[in-house]
């Protein structure tokens, strides 16, 4: 990925994303920004569309869980451009950034999002065609099946009950 690529990415989080809010970025942030901006010349170039999905779509739950691996590849990115970067001044902006983006990571995104995505990846590497794992699935369905279904009906509902409220609240009646 060559650095402007791993710039834009960067400047998705921080300035173009609606779902951060300048209020948690630091004047010193903002200065690491502006030099990397600066020094990458990110203004004479057309990006596109952007590079991570809108969150505004997912439960916060998922949101949660996106964030994680966006910020996980947000540090690689930033990894990767400290490495190639010859600029110390530049050099030093990324590794502040960086250590930034792990910091926020560490505080808010690790507890049990790291063993979840260790279990998605081993979900993602199962050998669909392998003839022991499908006789295998095929003895786990009914329970699996059981699960999600009974997840699915509390999740529908809780949509079901936050729209009655708000259509309650709209209409101006007293709630129960």
Not at 44 to 61: A, C, Q, R, T, Y
Not at 82 to 103: A, L, P, Y
Not at 111 to 134: I, P
Request: charged share 30%.
């Amino acid at each position: 990925m060559t650095s402007l690529c791993s710039l834009t990415l960067l400047f998705t989080l921080c300035t173009v994303t609606p779902w951060v809010s300048s209020n948690f970025i630091s004047p010193n942030m903002e200065a690491d920004m502006q030099r990397l901006k600066a020094h990458f010349r990110t203004g004479d170039v057309s990006f596109g569309n952007p590079i991570f999905p809108k969150l505004d779509n997912f439960e916060e739950s998922e949101q949660k869980l996106l964030l994680q691996e966006i910020l996980d590849v947000y540090v690689r990115i930033l990894s990767d451009m400290q490495n190639h970067t010859q600029d110390i001044d530049v050099k030093k902006s990324i590794i502040q950034v960086r250590g930034r983006v792990e910091d926020l990571r560490n505080s808010y995104y690790q507890s049990g999002e790291q063993a979840l995505k260790m279990q998605m990846e081993d979900l993602w590497a199962v050998k669909t065609n392998d003839l022991m794992t499908q006789r295998k699935a095929v003895r786990e369905l009914l329970q699996v099946f059981q699960k999600a279904s009974q997840l699915g009906s509390r999740i529908q509902e809780k949509k079901e009950k936050r729209r009655k409220r708000r259509q309650t609240a709209r209409r101006g009646i007293p709630q129960p």
